[in-house]
């Protein structure tokens, strides 16, 4: 039985132009994480992860399209230059789809299948594009889309599944008049493009059935490859099993004149004409390498890779490859931060938001200095995982980086030098096996390192500028079992008047100070100081001695810092805004990742999912307010913020690159 079912599912579509930002931010993204690549015209594009590079076969030239050049920021699922209308097109995870012209740098944004509510969001996902005339068949997570590339501008929608419902076609090809559609679970669907009606999914014709991972048009001839990874060939009347098999999942399936390339997480095949496998990578470099997409472009294999950017083999001896990426740093997801004049450090350990560092992370270092980025591998890293944190020795220079499971690395000239933990140092490991969880770190004006070790009675420590280690409790703001009642110390700074003021996961705000030998603790919380929330993620200090305090809930302002520890009273203020003639607290609710302060005593705020807020030195002024909607910030999600003091750029860490 005919249903028409598409009539419920009409979708007017729509595009804009997107904003170029390159006359006041830099993009500083990694390169080395390849989804796909494409031809052009003597170059190759390559998207990785939520950015694009050209490589230019015959000049080697290197350029790329960024968020600074108007591209979204999401993650990029497929990709497909049309050498015809010179044109680029990009497919996202969500749904979006995004048209680059090479020649203005312009870029589309076309919303309709991200912004359609009849589509769930887990379903939106663009898997393939398939150009044939000035048509581009957009394989989607629930069917098919027609673009004309010429017009830019959709045709018709698809949705092939049973009844007209919607179903995930991973990839079409096209042989003459017939289009044949790869989907996960309803088998290979096919259907006459003549055919006015192929909105009626009566008019898909399943050939055969299962799930199929890939398909493509090679020779004149479909080929096929099944979710067992078995490859099937049409031979004009039904697909037939050819013999070959893959090891591992599909990644990739490409074909041009001449080949046909297989790219598997471990292994890439290259099949001539015939079906003999004309080159094979296998075994790279010990299985480390992961292979998300293959081509072959004249007399080279063109690779890329999840770990190492793009690689190029020459054929048909794929041995040893030219590597191929932008500068930039290790991965995307930069979790830390430390600007410094001229260069920028950045570590990338994770943990969860109540502080589990496990799974532990083994991730190297990144270090822009003068404009060019120097990558430290982990294996260098003497197997310190989880980097949580960074501080530079305002005496001698060197960088102290914290691992959050392993202790306290020190660098100098980019090399390590030594890694401090319960062995050789005050540092303390909450069990038998060492679990040292080092977080924030900080230098007084004496050139002591201030160091919080979470989980344990003596959590603050100092390295004395002299060598020696001491340590201080935190028993009187922390009741036994230390293991459970604090989970994590955050962020710290440090006051004029020496003054450790730390934020704690469960505690509050810690306040400390020596004071002449006679150390003084006490904390602000929820109950008895109008914190709004126990949760302190950041904390910073400003031209005025003013303390800001960003927790899991809320901003709140400490004005008499240094009556601290002698006020019985002493509360923590929330800001007081009008907003339309109506007072508002600022930052009601936000979670906030991050405080810092610039030389015009401006607050640069990060949140867990707002972006940026930029606030005037008293707070009753947004002066700026960055989103992923009106800047080059690739994630509202903001890890980490750090200003250079001699330039006076901004540096933000988000989840999916820095800026």
Same mark, same amino acid.
């Given at each position: 039985?005919?249903?028409?079912?598409?009539v419920?599912?009409?979708?007017?579509?729509?595009?804009?132009?997107?904003q170029?930002?390159?006359?006041?931010?830099?993009?500083?993204?990694?390169?080395?994480?390849?989804?796909?690549?494409?031809?052009?015209?003597n170059?190759?594009?390559?998207s990785?992860e939520?950015?694009?590079f050209?490589?230019?076969?015959?000049?080697?030239?290197?350029?790329?399209?960024?968020?600074?050049?108007?591209?979204?920021?999401?993650?990029i699922?497929?990709?497909?230059f049309?050498?015809?209308?010179?044109?680029?097109?990009?497919?996202?995870?969500?749904?979006?789809?995004?048209?680059?012209?090479?020649?203005?740098?312009?870029?589309r944004?076309?919303?309709?299948?991200?912004?359609?509510?009849?589509?769930?969001?887990?379903?939106?996902?663009?898997?393939?594009?398939?150009?044939?005339?000035?048509?581009?068949?957009?394989?989607?997570?629930?069917g098919?889309?027609?673009?004309?590339?010429e017009?830019?501008?959709?045709?018709?929608?698809?949705?092939i599944?049973?009844?007209?419902?919607?179903?995930?076609?991973?990839?079409?090809?096209?042989?003459?008049?017939q289009?044949?559609?790869?989907?996960?679970?309803?088998g290979?669907?096919?259907?006459?493009?003549?055919?006015?009606?192929?909105?009626?999914s009566?008019?898909?014709?399943?050939?055969?059935?299962?799930?199929?991972n890939?398909?493509?048009?090679?020779?004149?001839?479909?080929?096929?490859?099944?979710?067992?990874?078995?490859?099937?060939?049409?031979?004009g009347?039904?697909?037939?099993n050819?013999?070959?098999v893959?090891?591992?999942t599909?990644?990739?399936?490409?074909?041009?004149?001449?080949?046909?390339?297989i790219? =598997?997480?471990?292994?890439?095949?290259?099949?001539?004409?015939?079906?003999?496998?004309?080159?094979?990578?296998?075994?790279?470099?010990?299985?480390t390498?992961?292979?998300?997409?293959?081509?072959?472009?004249?007399?080279?294999?063109?690779?890329?890779?999840?770990e190492?950017?793009?690689?190029k083999?020459d054929?048909?001896?794929?041995?040893?490859?030219e590597?191929i990426?932008?500068?930039?740093p290790?991965?995307?997801d930069?979790?830390?931060?430390?600007?410094?004049?001229?260069?920028?450090?950045?570590?990338f350990g994770?943990?969860?938001?109540?502080?589990?560092?496990?799974?532990?992370?083994s991730r190297g270092?990144?270090?822009?200095?003068k404009?060019?980025?120097?990558n430290?591998?982990?294996?260098?890293?003497?197997?310190?995982?989880?980097?949580?944190?960074?501080?530079?020795?305002?005496?001698?220079?060197?960088?102290?980086?914290?691992?959050?499971h392993?202790?306290?690395?020190?660098?100098?000239?980019?090399?390590?030098?030594?890694l401090?933990n319960?062995?050789?140092?005050?540092?303390?490991?909450l069990?038998a096996?060492p679990?040292?969880?080092?977080h924030?770190?900080?230098?007084?004006?004496?050139?002591?390192?201030?160091?919080?070790?979470?989980?344990?009675?003596r959590a603050?420590?100092?390295?004395?500028?002299n060598g020696?280690?001491?340590?201080?409790?935190?028993?009187?703001v922390i009741s036994?079992?230390?293991?459970?009642?604090?989970?994590?110390?955050?962020?710290?700074?440090?006051?004029?008047?020496?003054?450790?003021?730390?934020?704690?996961?469960?505690?509050?705000?810690i306040?400390?100070?020596e004071?002449?030998?006679?150390?003084?603790?006490?904390?602000?919380?929820?109950?008895?100081?109008?914190?709004?929330?126990?949760?302190?993620?950041?904390v910073?200090?400003?031209?005025?001695?003013?303390?800001?305090?960003?927790?899991?809930?809320?901003?709140?302002?400490?004005?008499?810092t240094g009556?601290?520890?002698?006020?019985?009273?002493?509360?923590?203020?929330?800001?007081i805004?009008?907003?339309?003639?109506?007072?508002?607290e600022l930052?009601?609710?936000?979670?906030?990742?991050d405080?810092?302060?610039?030389?015009?005593n401006?607050?640069?705020?990060g949140?867990?999912?707002?972006?940026?807020f930029?606030?005037s030195?008293?707070?009753?002024?947004?002066?700026?307010?960055? =989103?992923?909607?009106?800047?080059?910030?690739?994630?509202?999600v903001?890890?980490?913020i750090?200003?250079?003091?001699?330039?006076?750029?901004?540096?933000?860490?988000t989840?999916?690159?820095?800026?």
């Amino acid at each position: 039985m005919k249903r028409f079912i598409p009539v419920l599912f009409l979708v007017i579509f729509s595009a804009t132009s997107a904003q170029n930002f390159s006359d006041r931010w830099l993009g500083h993204f990694s390169y080395l994480n390849v989804s796909d690549i494409s031809e052009g015209e003597n170059e190759i594009y390559v998207s990785a992860e939520n950015a694009v590079f050209s490589y230019n076969l015959l000049t080697k030239e290197i350029k790329t399209v960024t968020t600074i050049d108007g591209l979204q920021g999401e993650i990029i699922s497929t990709m497909h230059f049309s050498k015809d209308f010179n044109k680029l097109m990009i497919g996202y995870t969500n749904g979006l789809i995004e048209i680059f012209d090479p020649v203005t740098r312009d870029v589309r944004k076309v919303v309709d299948i991200l912004n359609k509510q009849v589509i769930p969001p887990n379903q939106k996902r663009v898997n393939h594009f398939n150009e044939t005339g000035n048509i581009i068949y957009v394989a989607c997570q629930f069917g098919i889309v027609e673009y004309n590339i010429e017009r830019l501008e959709f045709g018709d929608t698809f949705f092939i599944g049973t009844a007209g419902g919607l179903l995930n076609v991973t990839q079409t090809a096209v042989v003459g008049n017939q289009i044949f559609a790869a989907t996960a679970g309803q088998g290979i669907k096919v259907a006459d493009l003549t055919d006015p009606n192929l909105i009626d999914s009566a008019k898909w014709i399943t050939r055969i059935s299962g799930t199929w991972n890939g398909i493509v048009a090679f020779n004149n001839t479909v080929y096929a490859v099944r979710s067992n990874r078995q490859l099937w060939r049409f031979n004009g009347t039904a697909f037939v099993n050819t013999g070959f098999v893959h090891p591992q999942t599909l990644n990739d399936l490409k074909a041009n004149d001449q080949f046909m390339t297989i790219s =598997t997480t471990r292994d890439v095949f290259v099949l001539n004409t015939g079906g003999a496998v004309q080159a094979q990578i296998s075994n790279f470099e010990n299985n480390t390498v992961t292979f998300k997409a293959g081509q072959v472009i004249g007399n080279s294999l063109f690779v890329g890779s999840a770990e190492k950017g793009l690689m190029k083999f020459d054929l048909p001896n794929v041995t040893t490859p030219e590597f191929i990426a932008p500068d930039g740093p290790i991965r995307n997801d930069s979790f830390a931060i430390r600007a410094a004049p001229e260069e920028l450090w950045v570590v990338f350990g994770q943990y969860t938001t109540f502080f589990n560092p496990f799974p532990l992370d083994s991730r190297g270092i990144s270090h822009l200095q003068k404009g060019e980025w120097l990558n430290i591998p982990f294996s260098e890293l003497r197997n310190a995982r989880d980097l949580s944190s960074i501080n530079i020795s305002p005496i001698d220079g060197k960088v102290y980086i914290s691992s959050f499971h392993d202790g306290l690395l020190v660098l100098e000239d980019n090399q390590v030098v030594e890694l401090f933990n319960n062995t050789n140092s005050g540092l303390e490991s909450l069990s038998a096996a060492p679990d040292i969880r080092i977080h924030d770190t900080k230098f007084d004006s004496n050139g002591d390192l201030w160091v919080t070790n979470s989980r344990i009675e003596r959590a603050i420590k100092v390295l004395r500028s002299n060598g020696q280690w001491q340590s201080f409790s935190v028993r009187n703001v922390i009741s036994e079992p230390f293991l459970n009642t604090e989970l994590a110390f955050a962020k710290m700074v440090i006051g004029r008047d020496g003054t450790k003021w730390i934020g704690s996961i469960s505690n509050g705000l810690i306040g400390f100070n020596e004071n002449n030998g006679t150390p003084q603790i006490k904390k602000l919380t929820e109950e008895e100081g109008n914190m709004p929330n126990n949760s302190v993620q950041a904390v910073a200090l400003d031209n005025r001695n003013q303390l800001w305090i960003g927790t899991r809930r809320g901003l709140r302002v400490l004005f008499n810092t240094g009556g601290f520890f002698t006020d019985p009273n002493v509360q923590a203020e929330a800001v007081i805004i009008l907003e339309n003639g109506v007072p508002q607290e600022l930052l009601f609710e936000q979670f906030i990742t991050d405080i810092e302060v610039d030389g015009s005593n401006n607050k640069w705020i990060g949140t867990v999912d707002s972006g940026v807020f930029m606030l005037s030195p008293d707070g009753q002024r947004t002066l700026q307010r960055f =989103t992923q909607d009106n800047s080059p910030l690739p994630s509202n999600v903001i890890n980490d913020i750090s200003i250079d003091e001699q330039t006076g750029r901004v540096y933000f860490a988000t989840q999916r690159g820095l800026v």
